[in-house]
């Protein structure tokens, strides 16, 4: 295990409460089977990433572990389980579903010019969610001026599409922080 994902982790288990921990060391790590097929459908994955899923193939919503600070509040995000990482078959993209007309209209506070708004969701790994409108991506395949491995934060309910970490190392640290690591 990496020592970011060794430091998460046991940021992680000090930060849940009695319950939660308990509830979170219950869940299941990934198969190795299953581990294979995220890898295949992505191969440049962030080994931190892959490593999460050995330790748990996700967690329900009621069991956020991940999050993002927006600056107002912290947003928690349950971890996607392999199965729902790879069942991410949407072929349609961020144009397709706006319109480039709407997209053009609101600009870079909407739509962050670092996203390749053309290519199929599928293409980015869908590592994250909440119980709303709100998903974490690793894209793998960003625009000109982005970052392979960089995250996106999609908020549904204001339809936007930001890149919040150059790298989900970087993502990953940014929780450490938000928890309050020694």
């Not at 921990?21 to 962030?46: K, S």
């Not at 389980?81 to 349609?92: A, L």
């Not at 934060?153 to 970087?170: C, K, N, Q």
Request: hydrophobic share 40%; aromatic share 14%; proline share 6%.
């Amino acid at each position: 295990m990496s020592s970011l994902t060794s430091r998460y982790y046991d940021t992680l288990l000090r930060h849940l409460s009695t319950k939660d921990r308990a509830a979170f060391l219950e869940l299941p790590g990934a198969e190795e089977d299953d581990i294979t097929q995220v890898l295949e459908a992505y191969p440049n994955a962030p080994v931190d990433v892959i490593e999460l899923l050995r330790l748990r193939d996700g967690t329900p919503f009621e069991l956020p572990i991940l999050g993002w600070h927006n600056g107002d509040f912290w947003e928690g995000y349950s971890l996607n389980s392999c199965r729902d990482i790879i069942g991410n078959k949407s072929r349609e993209s961020i144009i397709d579903f706006y319109g480039i007309d709407y997209i053009e209209s609101e600009g870079d506070e909407i739509f962050d010019p670092r996203i390749d708004v053309t290519i199929p969701m599928f293409r980015r790994l869908f590592f994250a969610a909440d119980t709303t409108f709100y998903q974490l991506y690793v894209d793998v395949d960003p625009a000109p001026g982005g970052t392979v491995g960089q995250v996106i934060r999609f908020a549904g309910d204001g339809d936007e599409w930001l890149v919040i970490a150059p790298s989900f190392a970087d993502y990953l640290q940014q929780v450490i922080d938000a928890y309050g690591y020694p």
